[in-house]
């Protein structure tokens, strides 16, 4: 699809410098510009690049003027980069505006369908599944018996909804994303060997949540693993049986949380950190990358390490650990001192 400087700058409600009439295709970075493509110039470490881009259209500052002449057809707004933004919020929004019902796909009769439904080919929809208006599945997802999806949210290929689970409105799972899968439950008997503890309970995310590609969320044995609004999971997380996410929390890749703890509101929890199971954080916890988790965590903690400290304490011990060689040294050297005198 094709696009005019005059139609991006209705958009944008911009300023057209250059060609109104130039059309683009595409989105590039400045430096890697071509013919027929869009950028923009928000940096000023970029703002060479914008006298040898071969883009058609870059999106500026309403405060730029340019010291040598140019090849692009300049868009002037109040912010450039937020902009490009919107422009990729709306690229986005047509690229994904696909509708109707693909076969060979499999929809039973009892299932409630919303309007402007999309379900992608080779995609299975379980018995009394209910999709809410715009929802959009793409090829060979699963949704699995009685599973509730909320208005506008995508299921991106192969994603899968186990049964019973509950999706809330505008939220997306991406490709390989497992909702409601059994959680680890096995009881061991006196040969120890384990047997299958059932697991009947289900997921709940509520609304607006984002659930990275290849992440797992485990249904509670009992009630339900929640993970609440607004909560911003990235790829190839574990998240176990019982856990509650409060809302607005992110959490980095590679992260993996036990079973039954509690994690607050408005955490920010870094990549391939470990927490163990049945534990409490506060909300507005600060999580380092890589930190291990096995204690109840208070409101506004700030941790790193494993097992984790505080953040200054953990700085303050690697100042020491990091001259440990020195330090040794030091000590060696005292010792002979010593033993010398005597």
Known sequence: ???????????????????????????????????????????????????????????????????????????????AYGAFTKLLEYYNQIKLNKSGIEQPCFVPDTAKIGDDIYIGAFTYIGDNVKLGNNVKIFPNSYIGDNVVIGDNTIVFSGGKVYSDCIIGANCVINSGAIIGADGFGFAPNDKGEYSKVPQIGNVILEDFVDIGAGTTIDRATLGSTIIRRGVKLDNQIQIAHNVEIGKNTVIAAQTGIAGSTKIGENCQIGGQVGIVGHITIGNNVKIQAQSGIGRHVKDNEVLQGSPALTYGDYNKSYVYFKNLPKIVKSINEIEKKVDGNN
């Open 1 to 79: 699809m094709k696009f005019t400087a005059e139609q991006i700058a209705g958009i944008l409600q911009g300023t057209v410098i250059g060609d109104p009439s130039i059309e683009v295709s595409k989105l590039a970075k400045i430096e890697e510009g071509t013919e027929g493509s869009l950028t923009f110039l928000a940096n000023p470490k970029y703002k060479p690049y914008i006298y040898t881009t071969k883009s058609s259209i870059t999106i500026v500052n309403a405060d730029f003027e340019p010291e040598h002449s140019l090849s692009t057809t300049l868009i002037k707004v109040d912010d």
